[in-house]
């Protein structure tokens, strides 16, 4: 059983920055990608930013390219999104998920993800 805990939510206003952490622990196994996605109110999910533990390049959506980095620290089992820049279309519900199946770009859909946190607000104004 895996478990995902977001943390770093919050409010912050257009120009700002925030930083997300995802803990990620239970029996995950040594290769996995985590994914960030968020939801807007009345907007379907989408994928934000993705990375393989394992190594190998990282994935982000068009519109946050540029301005949010996805990292990992693999000695505390956690997955970082700094979020520069933010903009008010940045708002949304951000969830954390991992997933065995880590292929390239499609770790940015949510098929890729069997274990999902239960989200942090971002808000911009």
């Known amino acids: 059983h895996v478990q995902l805990v977001e943390f770093g939510g919050g409010s912050g206003p257009a120009g700002g920055s925030l930083r997300l952490s995802c803990v990620v622990s239970?029996?995950?196994?040594?290769?996995?990608?985590v994914g960030w996605f968020r939801q807007a109110p009345g907007k379907e999910r989408e994928g934000v930013s993705a990375?393989?533990?394992?190594?190998?390049?990282?994935y982000y959506v068009d519109s946050v390219q540029g301005r949010f980095t996805i990292t990992q620290d693999n000695s505390k089992n956690t997955v970082y999104l700094q979020m520069n820049s933010l903009k008010p279309e940045d708002t949304g519900t951000y969830f954390c998920a991992a997933g065995t199946v880590c292929r390239g770009p499609y770790m940015l859909y949510d098929y890729a993800y069997n274990s999902w946190g239960q989200g942090t607000q971002v808000t911009v104004s």
């Open positions: 990375i393989n533990t394992a190594g190998g390049p990282t």
């Open positions: 239970g029996n995950v196994g040594s290769n996995y990608c």
